[in-house]
């Protein structure tokens, strides 16, 4: 294994990507998407709903990729990728990606759906940042009864895990609720803006947020500087505002 050099800082990003379409799906975004993502010049980019495969769809937009929305997104910044597929349908499929300058070393998707609620995973990939780095993509389900059973999974895994190693946990919870602090920080995540403003961020709907649905924890880190990503061209380009941050190693 060859050594990596350790950063003193990661920026993070995380974005529902909507599968490529603005909000109300009227416009396929995702090559603006792409010009977005890579102006955060982040480390560690955190997808939500990004689309493996959609035959249907790629036959209707000129623009549409050649390959998975995940590694068109990554093309030649992100050299690392990892893929959850969580939901699968005829015409194709979705889930949670991860893109990484950094190494991923291995990954593994967790699924979290219950009976008769919607098809939903966690993305657990270990990263090497100079030292072992955990991260995992979160997407909730929309019934509170669902997304609790889903927080005390989520608790689980972090518990399994070496308990002196840093760890990224971010995503769309759906938590409008604002119930998921509670659970997760017995098992030590501290939320980034619940840290800086004492409230977490308002990242729905994009164009005129309301609901506190999107977060970034961590644990054994330091936070730096979140932001709501919110002006244009961000506005247009998801259903989501996207949300970033600093972490110090």
Same mark, same amino acid.
């Given at each position: ?120 995973? !966690? *993305?657990? $990939? &270990? =990263? /090497? ?6 991260? %995992?993509? +979160? ?13 005390? !999974? *989520?608790? $689980? &895994? =972090? /518990? ?6 840093? %760890?990224? +946990? ?13 659970? !997760?920080?017995?098992?030590? =995540? ?60």
């Amino acid at each position: 294994m060859n050594a990596v050099a350790a950063p003193g800082r990661l920026r993070i990003l995380t974005v529902n990507t909507h599968k490529g379409f603005g909000q109300f799906n009227r416009r396929f975004v995702l090559p603006q998407l792409r010009d977005a993502v890579r102006e955060v010049s982040a480390d560690l980019v955190f997808l939500q709903e990004v689309l493996g495969e959609h035959r249907q769809w790629a036959g209707r937009h000129p623009e549409w990729p050649s390959t998975p929305q995940y590694e068109f997104l990554a093309d030649t910044v992100w050299p690392q990728f990892a893929y959850g597929r969580n939901a699968v349908y005829p015409a194709g499929h979705h889930g949670n990606a991860l893109l990484s300058k950094y190494p991923i070393r291995s990954h593994r998707n967790l699924n979290i759906s219950s009976a008769g609620g919607e098809e939903r995973g !966690l *993305l657990h $990939a &270990l =990263l /090497d940042v100079g030292r072992p780095l955990h991260a %995992v993509c +979160v997407h909730l389900g929309l019934s509170e009864t669902q997304r609790t059973a889903q927080l005390h !999974l *989520l608790c $689980a &895994l =972090l /518990d399994s895990l070496p308990a002196n190693e840093p %760890v990224i +946990v971010a995503g769309d919870f759906n938590d409008w609720r604002q119930r998921a602090d509670a659970v !997760l920080g017995r098992c030590g =995540l501290r939320e980034a803006f619940v840290q800086a403003h004492g409230v977490a961020a308002r990242s729905f709907p994009a164009r005129w947020p309301l609901l506190r649905l999107d977060r970034i924890y961590v644990r054994h880190l330091q936070l730096h500087d979140p932001r709501v990503l919110g002006r244009r061209p961000w506005s247009h380009l998801s259903d989501h505002l996207p949300l970033s941050v600093e972490v110090i190693l």
